[in-house]
């Protein structure tokens, strides 16, 4: 048995790297998955709710914060492309004479664009 290898055979010869190819198996799991949900996010479209004046945002806010229930905030605010963000889920922890505190995030009564009751639906009732 000899360690020298013939060049002159074809299969050295005619071979064809693939090129990048051959690296797309090293992609790991988790990188593949945080570009999907990225992708996701930038192709997603969160509709535009109708602009609710002071007094109706305040009224459903004092209900909501009265009766221990939760809301759903969709905030003035769009992103570079002009998409609104996710609704800013949670109870009203409290206020004061610039915003409310929805949890643990602080929002400006000028940021909120609409304001809704939210129905949370317990996964064992589904």
Same mark, same amino acid.
């Given at each position: #048995? ?14 064809? @790297?693939? &090129? #990048? %190819? ?14 999907? %949900? ?12 109708? %602009? #609710?004046?002071?007094? =109706?945002? &305040?009224? /459903? ?12 905030l969709?905030l003035?605010? %769009?992103?570079? =492309? ?13 206020? @004061?004479?610039? &915003?409310? #505190? /929805? ?5 400006h009564?000028? =940021?909120?664009?609409?304001? =809704? ?10």
């Open positions: #048995m000899t360690d020298h290898i013939d060049l002159s055979d074809p299969y050295f010869r005619e071979y064809e @790297d693939r &090129g #990048m %190819k051959k690296w797309q198996g090293f992609f790991l799991a988790e990188h593949t998955a945080s570009v999907s %949900k990225e992708n996701k996010r930038l192709h997603k479209k969160v509709p535009q709710k109708r %602009k #609710m004046t002071a007094g =109706e945002i &305040g009224q /459903i806010c004092e209900f909501a914060f009265n009766n221990d229930r939760q809301i759903s969709q003035e605010i %769009k992103d570079t =492309e002009g998409k609104y963000f996710d609704d800013t889920i949670g109870f009203i922890e409290g206020f @004061d004479e610039l &915003g409310y #505190m /929805i949890g643990d995030t602080k929002v009564y000028d =940021e909120i664009r609409n304001v =809704e009751l939210y129905d949370f639906h317990k996964w064992s009732r589904v």
